[in-house]
């Protein structure tokens, strides 16, 4: 997925701080995430099809690879993921979240522990038309991450002095706005096992280049989300330092370490803070 860093350079620290009262606001960064939103046999199911499912390729001009489906496609689904979109443009929370969108664009990460961790990006399409001197760059409304384990490093998202970290969680959706700068960080502990993510962003238009997945129907298998899940924005907690001090270990796609003493971060967590 191509993509463009967003991190700003900083000098280093001048030395270690730690979060002020745990007063908490809303966060600037419009960050949204729900635990285990997918149920458990859902997540099951769509493995199982991603595991077979052909890997997209670019089309004419473009330098994406990822799959489309519109949302009127999405009402008659022909495979697992085109059912979950249709599913979460039902669901009301995730639907007043994205608002009115002409589709989204779906594709999947599957992660070796021994590979690197996915570096800081911006969503975004890119087409370099014949002839054209430029690439045509776009954006999607929305970006979004449904974990399909519990593996891996949290997913970092930033957005003016707020960031937020969210840990695989099989069934865990985490949305946000197509423009945020976000990662993957390093993994607490040594881990045996692949980091699964299927990711869909949001169009509020087509974007060009993108695959169709042709297929057989899968009427016989069906994708439920838990009515009881919340789509909630996290809890931003101020902090008494600057995101400067932080910045090398962000840079090294690392949770600052006063951060994680501070919050006693532990697998399955959201950590969200806002930087003075």
Known sequence: QPSTCGMTAAPPPDKPSQPSDRGEHVGALGALFADKLVTAESVSLLLSFLATCPVPEPQCGSLTASYWVSSESARNPRNPVELLIRKFLEHPEVAAAVGEVAGAEW???????????????IDSNVVLADGAEEALVSHPAWSSVLYLCDAGGPTAAFWGHDAVAVWPMHGRYFLFPGNRPHGV??????????????????????????????????????????????????????????????????????????????????????????YR
């Open 107 to 121: 594709w999947w990460q599957d992660v070796d522990c021994l590979d690197p961790p996915k570096v800081y990006h």
């Open 185 to 274: 960080l390093h993994a607490d502990e040594a881990e045996h096992l692949d980091r699964i993510t299927l990711l869909i962003n949001w169009w509020s238009s087509p974007p060009p280049g993108l695959s169709t997945l042709q297929g057989s129907s899968h009427e016989s298998e069906t994708v439920a989300l838990r009515e009881d899940a919340a789509l909630k924005a996290p809890s931003f907690v101020p902090l008494s330092t600057a995101l400067a001090e932080h910045l090398p270990e962000w840079r090294e796609q690392r949770l600052p370490k006063s951060i994680r003493e501070a919050f006693d971060c532990e697998r399955g967590g959201c950590v969200a803070v806002r």
